[in-house]
């Protein structure tokens, strides 16, 4: 566990992504049944062939030009706008963002999260933490201490709710709707991300909170961790021309790809810098993109 007053000093500007496959429903239920809900949609979908754990699929090649495509598509543009003070669907174009320091990432677990469960997931965090790392360059390592920047929490329906009263006191300036946000998360969302940039500095990254919803299995768990983590980088849009992509919200793949891997690299390349716009971006993208995939 971390503490979680270091979550301290960050401003108000975010982005917001969710992996969601559920279709909304009102009725409340209790945390046993939503275990059962989100047990039977993930059977349903992979028995229908989704969530694929393939990183190369030969039946899904993707040339350069669907890198450039997909980067503009995916690290260009906004998931979620808020209306209303309230976050809905929908897409808008944006600037570059991504970390330019050091990322510390930290995890937090509810009381319902038992030990095994606790482990697992904790040894995931830190493979994947590992791996991102290499694919961008950053510094970028665990951390168990007040330095976490970068906190993925694992929490039931009620522990979600009860955390969220508690982030007017830890987040300076934070917008109500990100309280509402992650307070009521309906449970057609499986996870998301929220990320705040620094004060003064355009589309640099200052601090994270995802979101992991312990009521599903140690598979959809991880698929979690994949998606949101590398979200969290800077790639916040999803496509449903990406192939084969964990940004896609079809739900074909459940772990990053090679494809994936590729625009993490370009995003992190040292030609590009965040709050750039996509004018500057694209002419830089063809010989970004294949230099990534070398």
């Not at 009620?158 to 917008?175: D, V």
Request: glycine fraction near 6%; charge should be neutral.
């Amino acid at each position: 566990m971390i503490q979680l007053r270091r979550i301290l000093r960050i401003a108000p500007v975010i982005f917001v992504t969710a992996c969601a496959s559920l279709p909304p429903a009102s009725p409340p239920i209790d945390g046993n049944d939503l275990q059962q809900i989100y047990a039977a949609t993930e059977a349903s979908m992979r028995g229908q062939g989704m969530m694929r754990t393939e990183t190369s699929p030969k039946d899904a090649p993707f040339s350069y030009y669907d890198l450039t495509q997909n980067f503009e598509r995916i690290a260009l543009h906004n998931e979620y706008l808020i209306t209303d003070g309230r976050f809905v669907a929908g897409q808008s174009q944006t600037f570059l963002r991504r970390w330019e320091g050091p990322v510390r990432v930290g995890t937090i677990f509810g009381a319902s999260t038992d030990g095994r469960t606790a482990r697992v997931n904790t040894t995931e965090v830190a493979r994947y933490t590992k791996r991102l790392s290499q694919l961008t360059g950053l510094d970028m390592r665990v951390s168990d201490g007040a330095e976490a920047n970068f906190l993925v929490l694992f929490l039931n329906e009620t522990e979600q709710s009860q955390f969220a009263k508690t982030l007017p006191t830890l987040l300076r300036n934070i917008s109500p709707a990100v309280v509402d946000a992650f307070g009521n998360s309906p449970r057609n969302i499986f996870c998301a991300a929220f990320a705040f940039t620094k004060p003064g500095r355009k589309g640099v990254y200052g601090n994270v909170l995802i979101l992991v919803k312990s009521e599903h299995s140690d598979f959809m768990r991880k698929s979690c961790i994949h998606e949101e983590m590398a979200q969290a980088m800077g790639l916040t849009n999803d496509s449903p021309d990406a192939r084969p992509s964990i940004f896609n919200d079809d739900e074909e793949f459940a772990f990053l790809t090679r494809h994936d891997e590729i625009l993490l690299r370009m995003l992190y390349d040292p030609r590009l810098k965040a709050g750039m716009e996509r004018y500057e971006i694209s002419p830089l993208l063809p010989a970004i993109a294949r230099d990534a995939a070398r």
